[in-house]
């Protein structure tokens, strides 16, 4: 297992859409891991693989829940419900963050690592990032749809404002 180097918001890479995976083996089994050891290198809570200049449909998240390390291979999003706005950032776009409106709820069907079809429903932090990692795999960065920026002034205030 080994840290990859993670793509930057410069890279058009991360615009391109991501083709499915079709064979289950090593290698995939490989990337996973470099994947998940790239995230938690990184502080991450989600990581997809164009973000490593691989066009598959990958995603691997840990939200630091009961899930643990969650891998999705060609996921597709069945259903969404409610909403939620809330902060984002991204590894692919350091230094910044904005406000982002998500599904408060997601179904997500997809393949584990052995190519087993799975389905997995996620709610608040888990559906915000099952939803920021996929769209990750159709070249969409979440400063697309952003409703605004959070600038560092702005997050320095909050802080004051919760001690």
Do not use: W
């Not at 890279?11 to 790239?38: I, N």
Request: net charge negative; charged share 35%; proline share 4%.
């Amino acid at each position: 297992m080994s840290i990859r180097n993670i793509v930057h918001i410069e890279d058009d890479l991360l615009r391109k859409h991501s083709r499915p995976v079709t064979r289950f083996d090593d290698r995939l089994h490989r990337l996973l891991d470099d994947m998940a050891d790239t995230m938690y290198d990184a502080n991450g809570v989600g990581l997809a693989a164009p973000q490593v200049a691989v066009l598959r449909q990958i995603v691997v998240i840990d939200v630091g829940d009961e899930h643990g390390l969650i891998e999705l291979i060609n996921p597709q999003i069945l259903e969404t419900e409610g909403t939620q706005e809330g902060p984002e950032g991204c590894l692919s776009v350091p230094g910044r963050r904005g406000i982002v409106v998500r599904p408060s709820r997601v179904k997500v069907s997809f393949q584990d690592r052995y190519g087993n079809p799975q389905e997995l429903v996620g709610e608040d932090l888990l559906a915000r990032c099952i939803m920021h990692e996929t769209d990750h795999l159709k070249g969409q960065l979440y400063v697309d749809i952003m409703e605004r920026e959070i600038f560092e002034d702005e997050e320095e205030d909050e802080e004051e404002e919760e001690q």
